[in-house]
């Protein structure tokens, strides 16, 4: 079993930035692959970005690409999301989640396992 925890959320105004973090406790070895969802009001949850563990290999949505950056610490604890250049439709609730299974439909949220309770951004006008 795995558990993750999402930090770091919270209101910014748009052009600004914001650092998510997902903290992993429990059988973390087992892992192969992170990622951050997002669900935004009265929207299906949607894929972000993601990170293969076993090359730190990543992806990212169209909408986000070369504006969020996905990372992880050496000891594989913790990913992170940075944000950047943030837009008022990047507004939503973003979760982190992880698999243990050799994946390559890395967007399929039905993919992962496990989830964390999810955080708060709120990009304003």
């Known amino acids: 079993q795995v558990q993750l925890v999402e930090s770091g959320g919270g209101s910014v105004q748009a052009g600004g930035s914001l650092r998510l973090s997902c903290e992993a406790s429990?059988?973390?070895?087992?892992?192969?692959?992170r990622g951050w969802f997002r669900q935004a009001p009265g929207k299906e949850r949607e894929f972000v970005a993601a990170?293969?563990?076993?090359?730190?290999?990543?992806y990212y949505a169209d909408s986000v690409k070369g504006r969020f950056i996905i990372s992880r610490n050496n000891a594989e604890v913790a990913i992170f999301l940075l944000m950047n250049s943030l837009k008022s439709e990047d507004t939503a609730v973003y979760y982190c989640?992880?698999?243990?299974?050799?994946?390559?439909?890395?967007?399929?949220?039905?993919?992962?396992?496990?989830w964390g309770h999810g955080t708060q951004v709120t990009v304003s006008s």
């Open positions: 990170i293969r563990l076993t090359d730190s290999y990543t």
């Open positions: 989640a992880a698999t243990e299974n050799f994946i390559t439909n890395y967007v399929d949220q039905g993919k992962y396992h496990y």
């Open positions: 429990g059988d973390i070895d087992s892992i192969y692959m």
